[in-house]
Nanobody
Framework: QVQLVESGGGLVHTGDSLRLSCSTS????????LAWFRQAPEMERKFLGL???????LLADSVEGRFTISRDNTKSTMYLQMNSLKPEDTAVYYC???????????????WGQGTQVTVSS
C-alpha cells in the first residue's frame, strides 16, 4: 500500500508564493509517477502536473510559468512550488500516484487527503 500526505497549504494573499509537499510512505514508489491535482468548490478535480518516476516533470498549460514540480526521491517527497498566486488558485490540492502518466483522475489508485490553499484578493 502507498500512503501520500500533503502539507504546506494555508491562507495567502494575491501574488504570494507557497510550496506544497507530498510525502510518500509504504511500498516502494519506484516506477510510480507522482501528480498534483486541485479541486475548487463544486468543480471537477483538475490535473496540474506530474513528476515522472524517472526524471522530468510535466505541467498543465494553465499553470506553466507560475508553478513548478520537483521530486526528491531520497526524501520520498514531491513538491509543488506555486508563485504569483491568484484567488482562482483557491482549492484543495491533492497528490496522487500512478504507474501511468496521464491526466485522468481515474488512472491514479493512490491519493492523499488534500491540503487547502486559499488565496485572498
Amino acid at each position: 500500500q502507498v500512503q501520500l500526505v500533503e502539507s504546506g497549504g494555508g491562507l495567502v494573499h494575491t501574488g504570494d508564493s507557497l510550496r506544497l509537499s507530498c510525502s510518500t510512505s509504504g511500498r516502494s514508489l519506484s516506477g510510480y509517477n507522482l501528480a498534483w491535482f486541485r479541486q475548487a468548490p463544486e468543480m471537477e478535480r483538475k490535473f496540474l502536473g506530474l513528476a515522472w518516476s524517472g526524471s522530468g516533470t510535466l505541467l498543465a498549460d494553465s499553470v506553466e510559468g507560475r508553478f513548478t514540480i520537483s521530486r526528491d526521491n531520497t526524501k520520498s517527497t514531491m513538491y509543488l512550488q506555486m508563485n504569483s498566486l491568484k484567488p482562482e488558485d483557491t482549492a484543495v490540492y491533492y497528490c496522487a500516484a500512478s504507474r501511468i502518466g496521464v491526466r485522468r483522475t481515474d488512472a491514479y489508485p493512490y491519493w492523499g487527503q488534500g491540503t487547502q490553499v486559499t488565496v485572498s484578493s
